[in-house]
């Protein structure tokens, strides 16, 4: 085997975790994300004529479940002004581009204002790891973009340690297709087998990460999808562990 050349990462429910913002928004008095979302819609519509609010959530609904057959069987999560113009037309109504905007942007900076916790340690392990190799991103953007995600990493301290970013929003698809992996491995000047990519999810992660010739890496340290049957390489459970897992591999 190769020796390690690049380090890929997933980001929810491996560096963060995903939905820990919402027990804030609700300290805050806030509506949760999902209710958010489809109030904002209703403000904006119902500022240019009445409009059932039912009607709002059941379109609202409806775009979701087509944008979750897509994202998981074609690797393509459509970005946020692509899902509300999907929105929009099911409704039968239009926004002016300019609110169209605003009403985007709200949708995409929504967890910049609360933000959720990184993973306990993967800030440091994530600095460690950067001394000794070159670094990436591999995450989908279902409704936080690339740019918004790279203000998290960015706030979190850690954004100068990745060379390459490949988000879903930006890339054209989502894991596993294999032209993520692709694309990092290209911009981090790697070959497959000098690069291990490290997620929490077996299907996109580890088969994913398999299929493209790369090993692979369970993180359970924020939820445990598995690790018991899992097909990694190897399964890390708290992020001070990482670097000497990585080094175990690294001399295979």
């Known amino acids: 085997m190769a020796k390690v050349k690049a380090i890929t990462f997933d980001l929810w429910d491996t560096l963060i975790r995903d939905g ?7 300290e805050a008095g806030r509506l949760s994300k999902r209710d958010e979302r489809r ?15 039912i009607a709002v959530q059941s379109a609202y609904d409806t775009a979701d479940a087509a ?21 929009l037309r099911g409704l039968g109504r239009e926004l002016p581009e300019q609110e169209f905007a605003e009403l985007a942007r709200l949708h995409e900076e929504m967890e910049l ?21 070159r670094l990436g991103v591999i995450s989908d953007a279902v409704f936080t973009p690339g740019r918004c995600l790279r203000r998290l990493l960015e706030d979190e301290g850690i954004l100068d340690c990745f060379q ?24 981090l000047g790697a070959a497959p087998d000098e690069m291990i990519h490290i997620g929490d ?11 493209f010739g790369s090993r692979a890496i369970l993180c359970a340290a924020v939820i445990d999808r598995g690790s018991e049957t899992t097909a ?12 000497a897992v990585i080094t175990s591999l690294d001399r295979e």
């Not at 820990?20 to 609700?26: G, H, I, L, N, T």
């Not at 204002?113 to 190799?133: G, I, K, N, S």
């Open 164 to 187: 390459a970013f490949v988000f879903s929003d930006e890339a054209g698809h989502s894991k596993p297709h294999p032209s993520v992996f692709e694309a990092a491995a290209a911009a």
């Open 113 to 133: 204002e609360f933000r959720p916790d990184f993973a306990p340690q993967a800030a440091e392990a994530v600095r460690t790891l950067a001394q000794r190799y």
């Open 201 to 211: 999810r077996e299907h996109n992660d580890v088969e994913g990460a398999h299929r």
């Open 39 to 53: 109030e904002l819609v209703h403000r904006f519509l119902s500022a240019h004529a009445p409009i059932d609010r």
């Open 20 to 26: 820990s913002d919402e027990p804030k928004r609700k």
């Open 232 to 243: 990694a390489d190897a399964v890390v459970r708290v992020f001070n562990e990482l670097p």
């Open 67 to 87: 944008f979750n057959v897509v994202w998981k069987e074609l690797h393509v999560t459509w970005t946020v002004p692509q899902r509300l113009t999907i929105l």
